[in-house]
């Protein structure tokens, strides 16, 4: 019976090999492979996001000092899943399997970085799942490539398309999930897999579409800024001058994280120990800061719409790049994209704060831009992806404290496999 069932397969996949006759336009049988791939991703990242949101409301329950054994012992926890399961790996792996592993993306590991990542971030890590995703879809697209016997770049666009169907069910930006995924690859030659643009564009379509439908996503930016409105050729100065601010600060984090770094390999210690130690120093922030707990999907907009002074900004602001640096470097897994952007919008409230005059999105827009930017190099995707996210129309000054940010990034990338 086996044996019947295999030769059924091949000839199935013999006849999905061949291309579609008497058809007169570009449709062809890759479109559908693209898009059950986007549909499957879309699938994927909403039962994650609906297990997410279930095991973040259970834990959300404690509160005040109960916060710190709840978040050492999640740590802990993690090290254990990582240490029996394997080691996931984090976004540089992801880099270096597509740049130089032929585009194949080992889904082994996924039951560790799924597991791990969930008690990350809905204890209250300060990394957000689009990191867990994308490795989740883009390695499921290399199985699916494999299984239609997909080859070269066939094989590596498949993959990256299931890259950016993982990111774009997140962030709801199609278009700037695709270029995300091409970005992230390479810091001087975005358009290095070009290939795959289209893959790309496609299955993030259909991403979005089944995740939309799963859990009753609308259209329209997430985070409640303000309307902007053009007051003249000064705002791209302005912008310029927000994303100077904003990229030091992106040295800023890139430095603390090399420091934490340091401080947990200086030691061979288990990875279940850095985790638990990782833990308790997030929860210990998380008790006297609690706005710097979790990634700041929903944070921002509690931050928007307080009054907090500008001491405890500046302290929130200090304390949430102390504790995404801790969180990265720790052991604890997950994706940095939305935690910068939180460390963008309390820069930006903070230079309002200080100089009243000055159009408050603009300035949270601006350093949101340059801060990801100077950390990730993705200044194309990173303007698409907050003029979506925020609803700011206005793409050229985010296109200019995108370029600022990127183009006062340090000389060494942040995310090493980016390297040439």
Same mark, same amino acid.
């Given at each position: ?307 907090? &002074?500008? $001491?405890? =900004? #500046? /302290?929130? *602001? ?5 504790? %995404?640096? +801790?969180?990265?470097? !720790? ?49 194309? &995707?990173? $303007?698409? =992806? #907050? /003029?979506? *996210? ?5 793409? %050229?000054? +985010?296109?200019?404290? !995108? ?18």
């Amino acid at each position: 019976m086996k044996l019947k069932r295999r030769r059924k397969l091949v000839s199935y996949l013999n006849i999905l090999d061949q291309p579609i006759r008497f058809n007169p336009f570009v449709f062809s049988r890759t479109f559908l492979l693209w898009a059950f791939l986007g549909l499957l991703g879309g699938l994927i990242a909403g039962v994650y996001w609906i297990v997410l949101e279930f095991l973040t409301h259970q834990l959300a329950f404690f509160s005040g000092w109960e916060v710190i054994p709840v978040m050492a012992t999640c740590g802990l926890f993690v090290g254990l899943i990582i240490y029996f399961f394997g080691d996931p790996g984090e976004i540089n792996l992801i880099v270096n399997n597509i740049r130089f592993n032929k585009g194949k993306l080992n889904p082994k590991n996924n039951f560790s970085m799924v597991l791990s990542s969930l008690f990350c971030v809905a204890s209250g890590g300060s990394l957000g799942p689009e990191a867990p995703l994308v490795q989740v879809t883009g390695s499921m697209g290399t199985w699916i490539g494999k299984l239609f016997r997909l080859k070269g770049e066939a094989l590596r666009s498949l993959s990256i398309a299931g890259m950016a169907s993982g990111f774009t069910a997140l962030f709801g930006a199609p278009l700037g999930g695709s270029l995300f995924s091409l970005e992230i690859l390479h810091h001087k030659h975005a358009a290095t897999y070009y290939k795959a643009i289209i893959p790309a564009f496609v299955a993030s379509s259909f991403s979005y579409l089944v995740f939309a439908i799963i859990i009753h996503l609308g259209l329209g930016p997430i985070w409640d800024l303000s309307a902007y409105e053009y007051s003249g050729i000064f705002d791209f100065a302005y912008a310029v001058l927000f994303a100077i601010v904003g990229a030091a600060f992106g040295w800023a984090f890139i430095f603390s994280t090399k420091f934490f770094k340091y401080l947990f390999e200086k030691r061979p210690i288990p990875i279940y120990i850095k985790t638990f130690i990782g833990g308790i120093l997030l929860g210990v922030i998380a008790f006297y800061l609690p706005i710097t707990r979790y990634f700041g999907h929903h944070e921002i907009n509690e931050l928007l719409s307080s009054r907090f &002074s500008i $001491t405890l =900004l #500046l /302290a929130i *602001l200090i304390f949430k790049i102390i504790a %995404i640096s +801790i969180t990265v470097t !720790s052991g604890w897994r997950g994706g940095f994209i939305i935690p910068l952007f939180f460390v963008g919008a309390t820069l930006g409230i903070i230079l309002h704060r200080l100089f009243p005059t000055i159009h408050l999105t603009l300035a949270i827009v601006s350093c949101m831009a340059a801060i990801n930017a100077c950390v990730t190099r993705t200044p194309m &995707s990173t $303007t698409i =992806l #907050l /003029a979506t *996210l925020t609803g700011f129309g206005h793409f %050229i000054p +985010i296109l200019f404290a !995108s370029l600022t940010g990127y183009f006062l990034a340090p000389r060494i990338p942040f995310i090493s496999s980016q390297r040439d």
